[in-house]
């Protein structure tokens, strides 16, 4: 989400949100540290709840358009009514009526009971947490598609054209670094410290944190610097700049990616910049025999759990595990031998 939507989503939900709503929304971006796009999600997600219950408990005119139910009326004293039961048919409604994955159910519980939560354990508001003891969906396990080192080579072999010193650096910087999309491009160029070998990362919840940059990054970062443009630059702090001399936009980091990506025939496949970070990630622990709990800090995990993805084994693993076996060549024909 880019700076004016944040804004003009921040302005609708100071508007429509009850001030409960808009006091715990509050307490997620200042106390927290949520940034607007998460803030703005649990606002969307706290708002279907409500329309829900306005509208099961037949509170608006039965014609009323489902996107159209206000909830500024909330306040305190209905949400004191709410009990397990009638979320357990919140969540079936989620499921049945809207169409809703397991995944997306299991966020709008994170939300519930992060709002709930705060109005018992923080604000003491509720006597009660109604949604206490309520289970998220359990989600399907999906293995992170990552590049091959093979695919990471033949990637930035493809780096091509005017603009290749500072694409070629993203790229190696995403593979290298294990990077988000919007930490790469929020990078200054006083972020990177060349004498210490390191760059100064802004994460989510605007935490920051310091990466190691090896030879490849440094030899990247040093030869797009040598390139970069210098005069008529919007914004000067920025290290990776636009056509028209604007700190690069995530989507034209996105179109950049997306671009070589098809042409090592991996376009169109679920291939994205964030499967760069699943492939700097998966790349360290599983060739480099990096720690989980030093590459929890290098991808700015909160949680450790987070970070175990990253801990598959591939299929080539699964099959060397399975001829390291001494039993793996003894067969019915050659046991009676």
Same mark, same amino acid.
């Given at each position: 989400?880019?700076?004016?939507?944040?804004?003009?989503?921040?302005?609708?939900?100071?508007?429509?949100?009850?001030?409960?709503?808009?006091?715990?929304?509050?307490?997620?971006?200042?106390?927290? *540290?949520? $940034?607007?796009? /998460?803030? !703005?999600?649990?606002?969307?997600?706290?708002?279907? =709840? @409500?329309? +829900? &219950?306005?509208?099961?408990?037949?509170?608006?005119?039965?014609?009323?358009?489902?996107?159209?139910?206000?909830?500024?009326?909330?306040?305190?004293?209905?949400?004191?009514?709410?009990?397990?039961?009638q979320v357990f048919e919140y969540m079936n409604f989620l499921s049945?009526?809207? *169409?809703? $994955?397991?995944? /997306?159910? !299991?966020?709008?519980?994170?939300?519930?009971?992060? =709002? @709930?939560? +705060? &109005?018992?354990?923080?604000?003491?508001?509720?006597?009660?947490?109604?949604?206490?003891?309520?289970?998220?969906?359990?989600?399907?396990?999906?293995?992170?598609?990552?590049?091959?080192?093979?695919?990471?080579?033949?990637?930035?072999?493809?780096?091509?054209?005017?603009?290749?010193?500072?694409?070629?650096?993203?790229?190696?910087?995403?593979?290298?670094?294990?990077?988000?999309?919007?930490?790469?491009?929020?990078?200054?160029?006083?972020?990177?410290?060349?004498?210490?070998?390191?760059?100064?990362?802004?994460?989510?919840?605007?935490?920051?944190?310091?990466?190691?940059?090896?030879?490849?990054?440094?030899?990247?970062?040093?030869?797009?610097?040598?390139?970069?443009?210098?005069?008529?630059?919007?914004?000067?702090?920025?290290?990776?700049?636009?056509?028209?001399?604007?700190?690069?936009?995530?989507?034209?980091?996105?179109?950049?990616?997306?671009?070589?990506?098809?042409?090592?025939?991996?376009?169109?496949?679920?291939?994205?910049?964030?499967?760069?970070?699943?492939?700097?990630?998966?790349?360290?622990?599983?060739?480099?025999?990096?720690?989980?709990?030093?590459?929890?800090?290098?991808?700015?995990?909160?949680?450790?759990?987070t970070t175990e993805i990253y801990t598959h084994v591939s299929s080539?693993?699964?099959?060397?595990?399975?001829?390291?076996?001494?039993?793996?060549?003894?067969?019915?024909?050659?046991?009676?031998?």
């Amino acid at each position: 989400m880019n700076e004016s939507a944040g804004i003009s989503m921040k302005n609708n939900y100071l508007a429509e949100a009850p001030s409960v709503l808009r006091e715990f929304l509050g307490y997620l971006g200042t106390i927290k *540290g949520k $940034s607007p796009k /998460t803030v !703005s999600e649990y606002y969307l997600d706290l708002r279907t =709840f @409500f329309r +829900y &219950l306005k509208q099961s408990r037949g509170l608006v005119p039965p014609e009323t358009d489902f996107e159209e139910i206000p909830i500024s009326d909330i306040t305190l004293e209905f949400i004191k009514t709410v009990d397990l039961t009638q979320v357990f048919e919140y969540m079936n409604f989620l499921s049945v009526e809207r *169409g809703n $994955s397991a995944a /997306t159910r !299991s966020r709008k519980v994170s939300s519930m009971k992060s =709002f @709930f939560k +705060y &109005l018992t354990d923080k604000t003491g508001k509720l006597d009660h947490n109604p949604v206490e003891q309520l289970e998220a969906p359990k989600k399907k396990k999906t293995l992170p598609k990552y590049l091959t080192l093979e695919q990471s080579i033949d990637l930035l072999s493809q780096v091509e054209g005017p603009t290749k010193e500072r694409d070629y650096c993203m790229l190696v910087l995403f593979l290298n670094c294990g990077m988000r999309l919007s930490e790469l491009v929020g990078l200054n160029c006083d972020d990177i410290h060349f004498k210490e070998k390191t760059a100064k990362i802004t994460g989510k919840g605007d935490k920051e944190r310091i990466v190691y940059l090896n030879e490849a990054c440094l030899d990247a970062v040093e030869r797009y610097l040598a390139v970069r443009p210098k005069d008529g630059v919007t914004d000067r702090r920025a290290l990776f700049l636009s056509s028209r001399k604007r700190r690069i936009s995530p989507k034209t980091v996105q179109y950049v990616v997306k671009k070589y990506l098809a042409q090592i025939d991996l376009g169109g496949r679920g291939y994205s910049v964030h499967k760069l970070r699943h492939t700097a990630a998966t790349l360290m622990y599983q060739q480099g025999h990096v720690d989980i709990r030093v590459l929890k800090d290098i991808l700015g995990h909160e949680n450790l759990g987070t970070t175990e993805i990253y801990t598959h084994v591939s299929s080539e693993q699964m099959e060397n595990a399975a001829e390291a076996n001494p039993l793996s060549k003894i067969t019915r024909r050659n046991l009676k031998k």
